[in-house]
């Protein structure tokens, strides 16, 4: 009996030890060649001391594997070619990294480390990604005298690497030649190249340029990181507001102006002379009221809340390496912009449309 409860008291630290977590390596989707290098390995505890590791697997076309020097790592025409091992930037062990698990949001406890890649045959200069496997090695001592070691490999599921430059020339080809398309018809019809921004005064609307501009920007960025990550991007909900916001205005604006020529071809003597079509200031028109002959507040309000945020989104997006997610609180400020803008309008085109008829006009001139 002594005897098996000693085989028991033996047996518990190789018990413990095989139930204790393996580490696993994770790697973001969709980072880029010209930012730092993120990956994180679970359920371990790494410091500078273990002498971690890094190098990534290139997927290339056609070929043979062959691990390559780090001087080359773009060497000939091969299927699967290495970097050479990279040390960290940047160690953070016992750090907490949140990774999407069934839709759900799991925090996992390890070691992240951060790589500055400064190889720049990773990625040729005209491919928006490559396919690559990132693996990581590092030690542990198994003594005192750190004479012996135990050594360690992970690789990561297959990501995409993207390069930036390259992702947002080929996802602006499509989008300028559909943009001059679309200048070619207005040229046809008559209109203009700018005939889009236009409104059936011939006046620039700033409500049809809001939306134009927020198509082509948010167009060319969701499709620079679909490139990149060879799949839909994450799009944040306040952008899917935002866009929403521009669309209701340039709809609302459409419907007021369709509804106030409708009542004035009503209302208009067939015999009286057409009225003169108001000239046009160029660009300021976009903020010029008519009615009143001075600059439009709301109109100005609303064009510099649509110019930051364009400015902002597109600065972030490109920093960051995704798509920003507007703050709510900028949203806001944009839709009581624009709220202003719609009620100032259409508060001044419901005093009176159509003016009163002179007794001259009414009973004809002698």
């Not at 500055?116 to 200069?125: A, E, F, S, Y």
């Not at 508060?347 to 449309?353: D, F, K, L, P, Y």
Request: some cysteine; charged content about 20%; overall charge negative.
């Amino acid at each position: 009996m002594r005897a098996l409860l000693l085989l028991v008291l033996c047996a518990l630290p190789v018990l413990s030890q095989d139930d204790k977590p393996e580490p696993r390596l994770w790697a973001e989707d969709g980072q880029l060649v010209n930012h730092y290098f993120r990956v994180f390995v679970e359920n371990a505890t790494i410091t500078k001391a273990n002498q971690p590791l890094l190098s990534l697997e290139v997927s290339r076309l056609g070929g043979e594997k062959e691990h390559l020097d780090a001087g080359d790592p773009g060497q000939g025409a091969n299927w699967k070619s290495y970097t050479g091992w990279e040390k960290p930037l940047d160690i953070y062990p016992n750090y907490s990294y949140v990774v999407e698990r069934n839709e759900n949001p799991a925090t996992l406890q390890g070691t992240l480390l951060i790589f500055d890649l400064k190889q720049p045959k990773i990625i040729r200069w005209f491919q928006p990604t490559v396919h690559i496997n990132p693996e990581i090695s590092w030690i542990v001592y198994t003594d005192d005298a750190k004479t012996t070691f135990d050594d360690y490999h992970l690789t990561a599921p297959a990501i995409y690497l993207g390069n930036r430059f390259a992702a947002l020339i080929w996802s602006l080809i499509p989008i300028v030649f559909t943009l001059a398309v679309v200048i070619w018809f207005s040229v046809r019809l008559g209109k203009g190249p700018l005939g889009l921004l236009r409104n059936d005064k011939g006046l620039f609307s700033l409500s049809r340029t809001q939306i134009s501009i927020w198509t082509f920007v948010i167009g060319s960025m969701v499709a620079t990181y679909g490139l990149i990550q060879l799949k839909i991007p994450d799009i944040p909900n306040t952008l899917v507001v935002m866009m929403g916001l521009s669309l209701f205005t340039s709809t609302a604006q459409s419907v007021k102006e369709n509804t106030a020529k409708s009542k004035e071809a009503a209302s208009t003597d067939a015999s009286a002379p057409p009225k003169e079509a108001p000239k046009s200031r160029g660009f300021a028109d976009m903020i010029y009221d008519d009615k009143t002959n001075s600059i439009s507040l709301p109109k100005a309000q609303m064009l510099f809340w649509t110019v930051l945020n364009i400015g902002l989104f597109l600065y972030k997006s490109i920093v960051d390496g995704e798509l920003w997610a507007i703050p709510e609180e900028m949203v806001v400020l944009m839709g009581a912009s624009q709220s202003g803008y719609l009620l100032k309008d259409l508060g001044v085109s419901s005093g009176g449309n159509v003016p009163a008829k002179t007794d001259a006009s009414a009973t004809g001139t002698t």
